[in-house]
């Protein structure tokens, strides 16, 4: 259960005024996000065309359209996120880092590797850490590691925590809350689990909210929540992530555009 300081801030996230920045502010930290599956070529050129135009952190897309991305997104600041283990989240650490050493190869600035439900639904939190250092290597250097916790499945906040924890101990560099696949997505309980965590770890490990946030409104929530935990001077692209697919039309509809980040 959350401390009383942190259900705290939780109500005062769920009642967070939409700032006049915060369209901007948020739309600076998108990974622009497509993993509906079987996407086009037009659709992964049209996701990194908006992605330029409008100044997102990332896109978030299949290994399998990476090699396209790669040199639509080249001479921007805009990244390029891909996904491992995913949806499901599987045991298998050997075949989910043979994912991300795939990924980085073709191109990957990023890989959002899921962590492996199944087992810490049985109490297995030593495999999270299997995972990440596993998947570090793959890696290699200079590649952004992000793990998602699917914490709607999770549901319990101290098995949340030990996971990231776990995670953060084995070198993961964002903790993510959600695939976005699964029937409950961010929530601003999980986010305020994970962001103690981040707090604890001295603010050198970023957190990436995804799942179901649609609107100004839920974005002010959490950018609220994360200022509370972490302080204001912590949120920028490299530490606050928001992974959305219709975020970004929202915001502009609220007059946002690039953030001075």
Aim: negative net charge; glycine residues 12%; charged residues 20%.
């Amino acid at each position: 259960m959350a401390s009383p300081d942190l259900r705290n801030l939780i109500e005062a996230a769920r009642t967070a005024p939409v700032m006049p920045d915060t369209a901007a502010r948020a739309i600076a930290l998108i990974d622009l996000t497509s993993l509906r599956g079987g996407e086009t070529a037009d659709e992964i050129e049209h996701l990194c065309a908006r992605a330029v135009a409008h100044g997102t952190a990332a896109i978030c897309i299949y290994a399998e359209a990476v090699p396209q991305a790669r040199p639509l997104l080249a001479g921007s600041p805009v990244r390029l996120a891909t996904v491992a283990n995913f949806p499901h989240g599987c045991d298998d650490v050997a075949a989910a880092a043979e994912e991300t050493a795939a990924a980085v190869a073709a191109g990957a600035d990023e890989v959002d590797v899921v962590a492996p439900i199944g087992a810490l639904l049985e109490g297995d939190v030593g495999l999270v850490g299997e995972l990440i250092e596993t998947c570090r290597a793959a890696a290699g250097p200079g590649i952004t590691l992000k793990l998602i916790l699917e914490t709607g499945r999770l549901e319990e906040p101290d098995l949340i925590t030990a996971a990231a924890r776990a995670a953060v101990m084995a070198g993961v560099d964002f903790l993510k809350t959600s695939t976005g696949k699964a029937e409950i997505g961010a929530t601003l309980e999980a986010a305020a689990a994970l962001l103690a965590v981040c707090r604890e770890a001295g603010g050198r490990v970023g957190f990436k909210a995804a799942g179901g946030i649609r609107t100004a409104r839920d974005a002010a929530g959490y950018l609220h929540l994360a200022n509370a935990i972490m302080g204001p001077d912590w949120v920028g692209p490299r530490t606050f992530r928001f992974g959305a697919s219709s975020l970004l039309d929202e915001l502009l509809g609220q007059g946002g555009g690039a953030a001075g980040y």
